[in-house]
């Protein structure tokens, strides 16, 4: 079976022809420069030096801070879903009314931390050190924490999370 697509061409005068094929390459173009253009990523601050920053009310989902140097810096009230602080130094950090749910907290220091009604549903912080750490209302529901790490926090939770609901004690399954 044979297609013949002329008789659509005979149609069109020559100058509706340069028009249609101008049309045409400029669609092309476009759709070939489109797929060029690289997708939405999350932001990316590994290795970075923020000292005192001011990431108060962002939305930072999926970002990356692997190893970097946040000391003093200002993460209240962001949404921190599924970041990674993976080995970042979070040393007198505010992290308050932040979510930080299904986060890799996994060797960070949060020594010192404001970690007030935070949000750490299902974060996973095995080797994460919390020393001196303000954990008044935090939520630790299925955190993933060492046995002496669990044990510190038992030791100063109390308080109930404003937006979940828990107590960080039983969050935290303490006795």
Not at 45 to 74: P, Q, V
Request: net charge negative; charged share 20%; aromatic share 12%.
């Amino acid at each position: 079976m044979k297609i013949y697509f002329s008789h659509l061409l005979v149609r069109f005068n020559p100058l509706n022809r340069i028009l249609w094929a101008s049309f045409l390459g400029v669609l092309l173009l476009f759709m070939s420069l489109n797929s060029w253009t690289s997708p939405a990523w999350a932001d990316n601050y590994n290795k970075e030096i923020l000292l005192n920053a001011d990431f108060s009310n962002r939305d930072l989902t999926d970002a990356s801070f692997t190893k970097a140097d946040l000391r003093g810096s200002n993460f209240s009230k962001s949404d921190l879903s599924g970041v990674s602080f993976f080995a970042a130094n979070l040393e007198d950090v505010n992290l308050e009314g932040a979510n930080l749910s299904f986060a890799t907290l996994d060797s960070a220091r949060f020594a010192r931390a404001n970690l007030t009604n935070a949000n750490l549903e299902g974060a996973f912080a095995f080797n994460t050190e919390f020393r001196e750490a303000i954990i008044h209302g935090a939520d630790f529901t299925d955190v993933e924490l060492r046995d002496d790490t669990h044990a510190l926090l038992c030791e100063i939770a109390q308080g109930m999370n404003p937006t979940t609901g828990r107590q960080t004690r039983d969050t935290l399954y303490c006795d």
